[in-house]
């Protein structure tokens, strides 16, 4: 007789079909008790036996408890699936298959999950039966066997779509094929299930599927007409991806697509018209967008713009009813996550635009909706398009703009508002002649009587800054100031919220021309700490700390000092140091030390000393678990990255008072750690701080760098390009600090990897501007050392610095090249002109260095001879000529 299948005991099957009922009562306390007798149970090893059982088994219990012994099956194999003894795993795999058909659906998709779960786990290799046995169960005639195995084939193909394309038996010649013949199945749902497997293999451009591509997009075709919503909804993802994939292969039907999409976009679900209107968005980033987009484009723009009005259900999620709200407090619930944005070191430029300033669309106005909804979706495929046609979408646009802005019903007008702002960018040239009357509509709208009025017209104001604070400032930027402070002291939140976010890109924009209004603004955002809930205090943080950084040194006034710092102080004391509050407040006191300079000085020391005391603490709490991972938590290194920024802030707005700071702490040995940290972010952060105490206390930092020059060598990896560039900038401000003797050892350390990155192609701009002021630093100190190399880099050298605004470090870096030179004239000669245009690019040198430029001009100018002069200067283009000719006399 063959051994007997395993069998529960009565006792152990008792035991766990109470802890399943226990686990579903709301009390904290018994579910606490059941997550320890979970932990015990699972030292047994069959335990997962009697789970499976129960899942797959146990029909006189009902669905939820059987799916809840299942789930916590699940969470086991996550957990421990290494540790199961084989029987109990061979077991489990087994059942699965047999009940694949169970027929509750809510059985069917648990199984589902484990298996999708097992297989996650590496084991697709070790359960050789498992695609052949789910892709015969397809065949099956009965409905909950098809069912079963193609959600859970769904499931698999969802998290481990690259197992199954690299799989050496190549299941995928046979499964897509396979699933292809599903989607004409009587079944929606199984139609459903047979194009969402198939949808998993489009962007990785899987060659299994691209072969039977066209069969592909004509099952697609077939089903457009589908009355099914799931089914419909999987057609028209499908078409978004194809768009950005094969877009050839759709280019012969693309007329009837954009039709078919345009309907879909109007659809009554709204879940399928935002699946739809996506097509819009991957669309617009094709280059044949506008050809083929040209014919339909004034039948798109109002079915977008319908979809831009707010949707009863949202209203009622929003509370667009409840217009005062300012007194109740936020659910933690609705505070998300920030994203802290490093320092990097960067050049400002010749036309004063700094580097990466990404603006932020803001369609996302409404945190508490389910985040992307179909009015986001519409407004931001305006926005593209709108910069894909340019002005030639306003003669469709100006008539609908006409009838929404000023409409009597306040949801319509809220939409022609929000049209507005969505077409600013791409529109621009052809809305300058409306604005006149337009911004001056807008800001009496500010003061509508309906909340989501007065908050998208904050947004809308806030993308047509630019214009406005380019005109005279009586028109339209002092009362747009004034009318959008009185809205940062609204008494709806989401309004205080909208015109706080507006009023940082106002301050971005305008800079110093806020220097006027500046005590009228701060006791706004003052007024703002003490009516402020949780959520927007965040965002006045923001504000305050763009403030400073918009006006700089016109923020140390004695009368606006102490106007701002008591609150921000206030609020530094009461946070804790485990409080994610700080990350902001930190922050925004990084940009206002570095603004007040000695203005901060009397708030300087319990500052420092907090910081220096949060990256203490965030590095032992990091040792802890590193040492004992069963019993700490790994820290939020996050603490420490915007401590070590903060730190940045005062070292750069302090300069050389940081240094009795400095020496009674040990901020270089806890900073020799984080340059080590394996998380980036910390090291870039690391980096910046060292080069800004390099410039305010360097005896401070100096009997460290035979410690810290080997790592900063070490991480000129361009791959992680912030902290390379912060890496490259910190070695160049050492190196101006030290002697040729003291630098020499570290040359060969740092050059090369230099050069390298100086040579790559698609090297970012910021990168390139720190790599040669650096390499031009080291050969200031070390010419010698470093000149050999001249026509390695000089080329990139001249090209990487001929936009970037005259200042300290861009004198430092020509002198060195004006150095190095002079040792190897022989290294610039097949790239002088490069030189010659880099000398220009100058507005107004230092006498001394200009004087260098000219030596090595009229030298060269001497060793070829005037008819080769002549000739060599010929290539010039006409304004480098004329500017050497004036500046340089050549």
């Not at 194809?242 to 009554?268: A, C, F, G, K, W």
């Not at 361009?718 to 030290?738: H, R």
Request: with cysteine; glycine share 4%.
């Amino acid at each position: 007789m063959g051994k007997m299948a395993w069998q529960p005991e009565e006792n152990g099957l008792r035991q766990i079909l109470q802890l399943l009922k226990e686990s579903q009562s709301p009390d904290t306390a018994t579910q606490r008790n059941v997550q320890q007798k979970l932990e015990e149970l699972n030292k047994y090893p069959d335990f997962n036996n009697y789970l499976i059982f129960v899942l797959t088994k146990l029909t006189t219990e009902d669905d939820p408890t059987r799916s809840l012994s299942g789930l916590i099956l699940k969470n086991n194999v996550r957990a421990h699936f290494e540790k199961f003894p084989p029987e109990v795993t061979n077991f489990i795999k087994q059942e699965c298959l047999n009940s694949i058909g169970d027929p509750s659906p809510l059985i069917r998709a648990t199984i589902g999950i484990l298996v999708t779960t097992i297989v996650a786990k590496g084991e697709l290799r070790n359960w050789t039966e498992l695609l052949p046995s789910l892709c015969s169960s397809l065949d099956s005639d009965d409905y909950n066997v098809c069912e079963g195995a193609f959600g859970a084939l769904q499931k698999i193909c969802e998290d481990t779509a690259e197992d199954l394309d690299n799989d050496s038996t190549r299941p995928l010649n046979i499964l897509i094929p396979k699933f292809l013949q599903f989607f004409k199945h009587n079944s929606p749902k199984i139609r459903s299930h047979a194009i969402a497997c198939v949808n998993q293999f489009i962007i990785s451009r899987t060659q299994a599927l691209m072969v039977h591509i066209d069969g592909f997009i004509e099952n697609l075709f077939f089903l457009a007409t589908d009355e099914d919503t799931e089914v419909r909804k999987n057609v028209c993802r499908a078409l978004v991806m194809l768009v950005e994939v094969r877009m050839d292969r759709l280019i012969p039907h693309i007329n009837s697509i954009i039709e078919y999409m345009m309907l879909r976009t109007q659809d009554d679900d709204d879940s399928v018209a935002l699946e739809a209107c996506e097509f819009w968005l991957s669309l617009a980033e094709q280059p044949i967008c506008k050809d083929v987009l040209a014919s339909h484009i004034e039948r798109l723009v109002p079915v977008l713009v319908k979809g831009m009005k707010y949707s009863e259900i949202d209203i009622i999620l929003l509370k667009g009813d409840v217009e005062e709200d300012e007194m109740v407090p936020d659910k933690e619930s609705d505070i998300k996550p920030r994203f802290h944005k490093s320092r990097t070191h960067s050049q400002k430029h010749q036309d004063g635009e700094e580097d990466g300033e990404l603006s932020d669309d803001g369609f996302d106005d409404d945190d508490s909706l389910s985040d992307w909804n179909l009015r986001k979706c519409s407004a931001a495929a305006l926005d593209v398009l709108a910069n894909v046609f340019r002005e030639e979408i306003l003669p469709i646009l100006l008539p609908i703009l006409k009838e929404t802005l000023f409409h009597n019903d306040w949801d319509i007008k809220e939409s022609g508002i929000l049209v507005l702002g969505a077409i600013a960018e791409g529109c621009m040239n052809g809305m300058i002649p409306h604005l006149p009357e337009l911004i001056p509509y807008l800001i009496s709208r500010l003061s509508d009587k309906k909340a989501l009025v007065r908050s998208i017209t904050c947004w809308t104001l806030s993308r047509y800054a630019h214009w406005v604070v380019g005109q005279p400032h009586e028109l339209y930027l002092k009362p747009l100031m004034t009318e959008l402070l009185k809205r940062v002291l609204d008494s709806n939140k989401r309004v205080q919220e909208a015109a706080c976010s507006a009023f940082a890109t106002l301050e971005e924009e305008a800079c110093t021309e806020l220097v006027p209004y500046l005590g009228f603004i701060l006791e706004t955002l003052v007024y703002a700490f003490n009516k402020y809930q949780h959520k927007n205090l965040l965002i006045l943080y923001d504000a305050i700390g763009t403030l400073a950084d918009s006006v700089g040194h016109h923020l140390n006034k004695p009368d606006y000092v102490n106007m701002l710092m008591p609150p921000l102080i206030q609020k530094w004391n009461v946070l804790k140091d485990e409080d994610k509050d700080l990350f902001p407040l930190l922050e925004c006191l990084s940009s206002v030390a570095t603004a007040l300079q000695s203005g901060f000085l009397p708030y300087c020391e319990p500052v420092y000393r907090r910081c220096v005391s949060l990256v203490e603490q965030t590095l032992n709490q990091n040792f802890m678990s590193m040492s004992h991972p069963d019993r700490y938590e790994p820290p939020d290194k996050d603490f420490m990255i915007v401590a070590l920024d903060l730190l940045s802030g005062l070292a750069e707005g302090l300069e050389q008072h940081i240094e009795a700071l400095v020496a009674n702490s040990n901020i270089l040995k806890l900073l020799f750690q984080c340059m080590q940290d394996p998380m980036p972010e910390v090291r870039q952060s690391s980096f910046a701080l060292l080069g800004d105490l390099t410039k305010a206390c360097f005896q401070h930092v100096k009997p460290c760098i035979g410690d810290f020059m080997p790592i900063l060598g070490s991480n000129l990896n361009p791959e992680f390009i912030s902290v390379c560039n912060n890496a490259t900038w910190a070695i160049g401000e050492i190196s101006i600090k030290m002697i040729a003797t003291e630098m020499q050892p570290y040359v060969t350390l740092v050059l090369a990897p230099l050069i390298d990155i100086i040579n790559r192609p698609n090297t970012p701009k910021t990168l390139l501007e720190n790599t040669a002021i650096t390499i031009g630093r080291l050969g200031l100190v070390c010419p010698q050392e470093v000149a050999p190399s001249l026509q390695q880099f000089i080329r990139q050298w001249c090209t990487s610095l001929r936009n970037i605004r005259d200042n300290e470090e861009k004198d430092s870096a020509f002198r060195g090249v004006c150095h190095m030179i002079n040792v190897n004239p022989g290294g610039v000669v097949q790239d002088f002109i490069f030189f010659c245009d880099a000398v220009a690019s100058w507005s107004q040198p230092k006498a001394d260095l200009k004087d260098m430029f000219y030596k090595i001009l009229h030298g060269f100018k001497n060793q070829v001879g005037e008819e080769n002069w002549t000739k060599f200067s010929d290539q010039f283009p006409q304004p480098l000529r004329e500017r050497l000719a004036v500046h340089y006399a050549v």
